[in-house]
């Protein structure tokens, strides 16, 4: 069977601190990968995603940057955080192909003071 | 482009009334359409999704939804809810680059 697991569950940092946000998946090969937010009352915001190693693409601009130095391995990071950066970020991965649905991590709760 | 509307950001239902939360969408490709549910502080979960076979999907938890081409819609009903039900309810479509489009999402509330 298939997991995904994030870490960490939960974040504080300072404003202008960096940040590493790390998702991997078990039990799977060649995933794609995603990365969204939910800002406070707000819905899912793509922000990254990944069809392989290496291959990154990006959906809204801004502070926040990804990488995949592994199959299974995908990391947020940000070299500054803002205060905006605040909120909820999920990792979810599907298999290859059109008709497939996305499965979630349980997800990190940054928040930037 | 896809879009997914979702009426009502906020529900609220009695213990054993009927769930109804109303998601429609509008697509330039064959939809293939999601519901998922979110509980506090949690990842999604899939309740169900439609990929062009029956109209009508069953899902977890007594959870149903039925695709209406005519009307763009993919409505998610429960006959009866429950206490356990309340949490936030997102829809999906499956756009032309392969990713999802979500809804604002609906957060159930069920009161006793």
Not at chain 2, 23 to 33: E, G, H, I, T
């Amino acid at each position: 069977s298939q997991t995904i697991h994030q870490w960490p569950a939960t974040l504080v940092q300072p404003v202008g601190s960096p940040l590493s946000l790390e998702c991997t998946v078990e039990g799977t090969s060649n995933p794609n990968l995603y990365w969204y937010r939910q800002a406070a009352g707000r819905g899912l915001q793509l922000l990254f995603y990944s069809v392989g190693i290496g291959q990154i693409s990006s959906e809204v601009p801004q502070n926040l940057s990804a990488s995949r130095p592994q199959d299974r391995q995908f990391i947020l990071s940000s070299k500054k955080l803002l205060l905006s950066d605040s909120g909820f970020y999920l990792c979810a991965w599907k298999y290859e192909g059109y008709y497939n649905e996305q499965f979630f991590g349980p997800g990190t709760r940054l928040t930037v003071l | 482009a896809q879009s997914v509307t979702q009426l009502g950001s906020h529900v609220s239902v009695s213990e054993g009334a009927l769930v109804l939360l109303r998601c429609n969408y509008s697509s330039s490709v064959p939809p293939y359409l999601f519901w998922y549910v979110q509980y506090p502080n949690q990842g999604l979960q899939l309740l169900l999704k439609y990929t062009s076979a029956a109209t009508l999907v069953k899902g977890i938890n007594g959870f149903e939804a039925e695709f209406k081409k005519s009307e763009t819609s993919f409505h998610l009903t429960k006959p009866s809810a429950h206490m356990s039900d309340a949490a936030e309810y997102f829809c999906a479509v499956r756009n032309a680059g392969n990713m999802l489009t979500f809804g604002g999402g609906t957060r159930l509330m069920v009161k006793p």
